[in-house]
C-alpha cells in the first residue's frame, strides 16, 4: 500500500495576515499551489463538485487575528485553487465558538467577507443551513452526531486548520479543526479528557479529502485564546489524510504523534497514518522549518497569586477551562490591585476535609466542586459557584469580572 504523502513548501512571506497587499497575496498562492499539486490532482478532486472549506475561525477579532485564526491569505488561495480546478460551489463555513454564530463572528469583518466572494467563496453559516442527527456507529461517545447540512449536501470537504498549540489538547491541527463541524449544543457534552474521542468520532463521519494546514503565523504556549505568536513559521502543509498531516506538523512544532491523544486514538482506530517514518513528506526539508514550540501549561495551583487555585480530582476539561480564564484575565489586568481569592477545582477529597485554608472568597469550580461549599462553616460567606461539567472557557472569567470589576 502506497505511503501517505504529506508536502511542505515554505519561503519568508512577508507583510502579516492582516496587512497584506497583492504582493504577499501571490506568494501564499502559490505556495499554496505548490503543496497542493505535489500530494494531489486537485482537479480529479474538485471539477463539478460542491466543496466545503473549514477554516479555523475561532472566534475571529479583526483587531488580533494574525496567529488564531487561519490566514485569510491561504484562504482566499485555497477558495481560488477550487475554483480554477473547475469547482462547482465553494462554500466556506465554521462554528467559531459555543454561544458564537459565524455571522456573528465575522458583523464587524465586511472587508474580509467581500474579499472571500470575490476569489470565488460563499459563506454559509452552520446556525442556518439546518442540520441532521447522523449514526456514528462504533463511536467512543458520540452517536449520533449532528452535523450540519452544509457538510451533508457537499461533495468535498477540504480542511483548512491553523498550526497552534492548545492548552486542552496539547495541539490543535486538522483533526480538532472538524470540532468547528459541531453544532452548539452538542459542543459541551464530553469536554473533558474525553474531548480526544469526541473529536476523533467527529472523524469517523468528516473525512477531508484534502487538508491544508496553514503555519505561516503559528501560535504557541497558551492558545488558543493567550498563546504567543510565531511569525516567521512560513510553512504550508498538505496532504490527503488528515492524520498524517497533524503528525508532521506536530513534529515541526517539537511535538510527537504519541504525544497527541487524538493521534493516537486516530491510529488506534484505522483513520489515518501516525507514523513518522510511514509518511512520504516532499518539498520543503522538514529538518530545516522544524521548531521547539512553548508548549501549553493545564495545570492552575500557583499561577497568579489573585487566584489561589486548589486542585482536587480535577479533569482536564475543568483545568483547561479554568487556565483559560486565568490566563485570560491576567492577560487584560483584571489581577492587578486585587486581594486573593480561593479557588477550588475537581472532586473532594471524600471522609476529609478538602480545604483546610482559604484566602478571601472561596470559589468552587465546576460540579465536582460544588458540594466544597457546603463544608463551609462559621461566619464565612457562602462560596461562590461555577456550574458545568465541565464549564465553559469564558464563565469564570465573565463571573470573577462581575464581581471583582476590570482591575485596579
Known amino acids: 500500500m502506497a505511503r501517505p504523502r504529506v508536502a511542505l513548501a515554505s519561503r519568508p512571506v512577508p507583510e502579516s495576515p492582516t496587512e497584506f497587499t497583492e504582493k504577499s497575496l501571490k506568494l501564499v498562492r502559490d505556495l499554496v499551489a505548490e503543496a497542493v499539486a505535489a500530494c494531489c490532482d486537485l482537479a480529479a478532486l474538485a471539477r463539478g463538485q460542491v466543496v466545503l472549506v473549514k477554516p479555523n475561525l475561532v472566534r475571529p477579532d479583526p483587531r488580533n487575528p494574525c496567529a488564531v485564526v487561519t490566514d485569510e491569505r491561504v484562504l482566499l488561495a485555497v477558495v481560488g485553487l477550487l475554483r480554477d480546478a473547475g469547482a462547482a460551489k465553494v462554500l466556506v463555513g465554521d462554528n467559531p465558538g459555543y454561544g458564537l454564530s459565524l455571522f456573528e ?6 472587508d474580509f467577507t467581500r474579499r472571500v466572494a ?6 454559509v453559516s452552520f446556525d442556518h443551513c439546518g ?9 467512543f461517545v458520540f452517536d449520533p452526531v449532528r452535523l450540519p447540512r452544509a457538510l451533508l449536501d ?7 486548520p491553523k498550526m497552534k498549540t492548545h492548552v486542552h489538547t496539547l495541539v490543535t491541527l486538522g483533526i480538532k479543526n472538524l470540532y468547528g463541524l459541531v453544532c452548539d449544543d452538542e459542543r459541551m457534552f464530553s469536554h473533558r479528557n474525553d474531548i480526544n474521542a469526541k473529536v476523533v468520532d467527529v472523524l469517523r463521519l468528516a473525512r477531508p479529502r484534502l487538508t491544508v494546514l496553514d503555519g505561516l503565523w503559528a501560535v504557541q504556549g497558551q492558545a488558543p485564546l493567550s ?8 510553512v504550508i502543509a498538505a496532504g490527503t489524510d488528515v492524520c498524517a498531516v497533524d503528525t508532521v506538523a506536530a513534529d515541526l ?3 510527537g504523534a504519541h504525544e497527541v491523544a487524538m493521534l493516537r486514538l486516530a491510529r488506534q482506530e484505522g483513520l489515518g497514518e501516525t507514523d513518522l517514518s ?3 513528506v516532499v518539498g520543503a526539508d522538514p529538518a530545516g522549518l522544524r521548531r521547539a514550540f512553548a508548549r501549553p501549561v493545564i495545570g492552575c495551583a500557583g499561577a497568579y497569586d489573585a487566584v489561589r487555585v486548589h486542585e482536587g480530582g480535577a479533569c482536564m476539561g475543568c483545568l483547561s477551562a479554568l487556565r483559560h480564564a486565568l490566563d485570560k484575565l491576567a492577560g487584560e489586568g483584571a489581577f492587578a490591585g486585587r486581594k486573593p481569592v480561593t479557588l477550588y477545582v475537581g472532586v473532594p477529597m471524600p471522609e476529609r476535609r478538602s480545604l483546610l485554608r ?12 460544588a458540594p466544597l461549599a457546603y463544608e463551609t462553616h462559621g461566619q464565612a460567606p457562602a462560596a461562590h459557584c461555577v456550574p458545568g461539567c465541565p464549564p465553559h472557557i469564558l464563565d469564570f472569567y465573565k463571573a470573577y469580572k462581575a464581581r471583582y470589576g476590570n482591575g485596579a
Open 227 to 234: 498563546g504567543s505568536a510565531v511569525p516567521d513559521m512560513n
Open 131 to 139: 442540520s441532521e442527527a447522523v449514526p456514528n456507529p462504533g463511536a
Open 278 to 280: 510511514a509518511i512520504e
Open 105 to 110: 463572528a465575522l458583523a464587524c469583518m465586511a
Open 154 to 160: 457537499a461533495d468535498v470537504l477540504v480542511d483548512l
Open 118 to 123: 470575490a476569489a470565488g467563496g460563499e459563506i
Open 253 to 255: 512544532m517539537g511535538i
Open 358 to 369: 482559604r484566602d478571601g472568597e472561596l470559589w468552587c469550580f465546576g460540579a465536582c466542586a
